[in-house]
């Protein structure tokens, strides 16, 4: 987001567009496609602040960027959930490569991003910790199944037939300050 003489330029995709357009069509004062295909619409100070403007709460993945040794950013795109502003949690396996690299190194970045990895949001730097504690596990847990609903129950069932669930590691992630405010 910029700020350009009084007014603010803000990138949204194609979903964001259609909603502001409908709503916010009287407060718009242009409406230009850039190269990348994103919908740029310069919107006047005063109506700013009506705007809705999309967090990282309320994306349905994230894309989680973990570092190799050799620094190589390694992004990956998982189900989370909120408990607070700056506080997410998320699972995987735990052999899985990301749990390795984030043993290793807690740094990490996150990202709105679709179920495919691609990104629609900006970077937020990170820090990524392994949870050992039962009622944090308990927590996170309780978190993921209130957002995903049936999905995560699937999720939960189908990996206890085949018996990965006790292999799952719980990772919390906790935005930097500077990211947070």
Not at 137 to 164: V, W
Request: proline fraction near 3%; aromatic fraction near 12%; hydrophobic fraction near 40%.
């Amino acid at each position: 987001m910029k700020v350009i003489e009084n007014y603010y330029l803000i990138t949204f995709n194609y979903n964001h567009l259609h909603s502001l357009l409908n709503v916010y069509a009287s407060t718009l004062n242009t409406v230009r496609v850039d190269p990348v295909g994103h919908f740029r619409l310069t919107i006047c100070d005063h109506c700013w602040y009506s705007l809705p403007m999309p967090t990282l709460q309320s994306a349905r993945y994230l894309s989680l960027a973990t570092f190799r040794r050799n620094g190589a950013e390694v992004r990956t795109p998982v189900w989370f959930a909120a408990t607070s502003d700056s506080t997410f949690y998320c699972f995987s396996a735990g052999s899985a490569g990301k749990v390795k690299r984030i043993r290793r190194s807690s740094q990490a970045q996150l990202a709105k991003c679709d179920a495919f990895g691609g990104n629609i949001g900006e970077w937020s730097s990170c820090q990524a910790f392994l949870v050992t504690n039962p009622d944090e596990n308990k927590l996170a847990y309780e978190a993921l199944r209130r957002k995903y609903g049936i999905q995560m129950f699937f999720t939960d069932l189908l990996a206890t037939l085949s018996g990965r669930i006790r292999h799952r590691v719980v990772i919390r992630l906790s935005l930097d300050m500077a990211d947070a405010a």
